[in-house]
């Protein structure tokens, strides 16, 4: 099996397990304040660390090229509160022009 | 209903982004339907498929999916206690415990939060999927970069960045996280920035007590 297959059907078990804990175990076991603040803010972490990877990197090099473009336009999509659908088109739209400019 | 168009709209234009994103990363067409079938949770498929395009490895890529779906416990948590469900129903209730069916849920007048959780949780998992195969298919007959379809998915981690960011405290987090990964992508192998900033939500849980 190969590690694409192994990560798909690892991440598919484990996603599963932590969906099912919520509905099986006693609430009490996630009670903690800290454990309802780190499930509030690691997604938030991480979803701001996969915006920079994605768009301003290239292997492991910084780079500032029509990704970028691309994203600016998403956000200002994003500030006028756009379907998810605008700020996809909106940020692949402006990443091919800047390409055919530049 | 025009709730649920809305909702529609926004899952078939997030489950063809992820389709396209996940083969342009290099997954067989196959593969990501598996993820949209067997995982299901957008943010976590992301996450995997770009990690794994970045070269990271399925360590990282796998832990990175994992962590983003920690907050599906506390969704099954509160529908739980909200549905009180048989337990024979329960199995099938966490495949579909995801951001969507749970705000419906939890919006829904008292008495139907039952119906707007299956609804909601069946039909983005037939949208979901089904626009997966698509953009999944598309991908590979179209040139991505000439249509700028690599820098959608930047834009759509922002998207759903911008559903999460609640108040000051999740914007410093944020900003946080964003300078750990750019300060770590020169000096650490693909993968490992994401799991960094990851960690830099540590001080902000300490503080909060137990």
């Known amino acids: ?54 768009t301003f990197t290239d292997g492991r090099a910084l780079v500032l090229d029509a990704r970028a473009a691309g994203l600016a336009a998403g956000a200002v999509a994003v500030a006028l509160r756009a379907p998810f659908l605008v700020l996809v088109g909106v940020a692949a739209a402006t990443a091919a022009l800047v390409r055919t400019l530049t | 209903m025009r709730d649920a168009v809305a909702l529609g709209a926004a899952v078939g234009a997030y489950g063809l ?25 957008g943010a976590s498929q992301f996450a995997l498929v770009g990690v794994l395009g970045a070269g990271g490895g399925a360590v990282p890529a796998v832990v ?24 024979a129903r329960r199995p099938l209730a966490a495949h579909l415990t995801i951001d969507e069916s749970t705000a419906m ?69 944020g900003a946080v996280g964003a300078a750990v990964a750019a300060l770590a992508v020169p000096f650490t192998p693909a993968g490992l920035p994401v799991l960094l900033a990851g960690a830099a939500v540590a001080p902000a849980v300490l503080r909060a007590g137990r």
Not at chain 1, 21 to 48: H, I, K, M, Q, T
Not at chain 2, 127 to 140: D, H, I, M, P, S
């Open chain 1, 1 to 54: 099996m190969s590690e694409t297959w192994a990560a798909v059907l690892v991440l598919a078990a484990g996603a599963y397990l932590l969906k099912l804990a919520g509905w099986l175990l006693p609430a009490a076991v996630f009670e903690s304040r800290r454990v309802r603040r780190g499930a509030l803010l690691l997604p938030v972490a991480l979803l701001a660390a996969l915006v920079v990877v994605q």
């Open chain 2, 17 to 41: 982004s992820f389709g396209a994103a996940a083969t342009t990363a290099g997954l067989s067409v196959v593969q990501a339907c598996a993820l949209s079938l067997l995982v299901f949770t």
């Open chain 2, 105 to 173: 849920a939890t919006a829904a007048p008292p008495g139907l939060a039952a119906v707007g959780f299956w609804a909601t949780g069946l039909a983005v998992f037939a949208l979901w999927n089904l626009a997966t195969v698509v953009g999944a298919l598309g991908a590979g007959v179209v040139d991505v970069r000439a249509l700028g379809l690599d820098a959608a998915v930047g834009a759509a981690f922002l998207g759903l960045l911008a559903l999460q960011v609640r108040d000051r405290g999740t914007v410093v987090v």
């Open chain 2, 64 to 87: 990175s999916g994992l962590l983003l779906g920690a907050r599906n416990t506390l969704y099954s948590v509160r529908l739980a206690d909200l549905l009180r469900l048989p337990r």
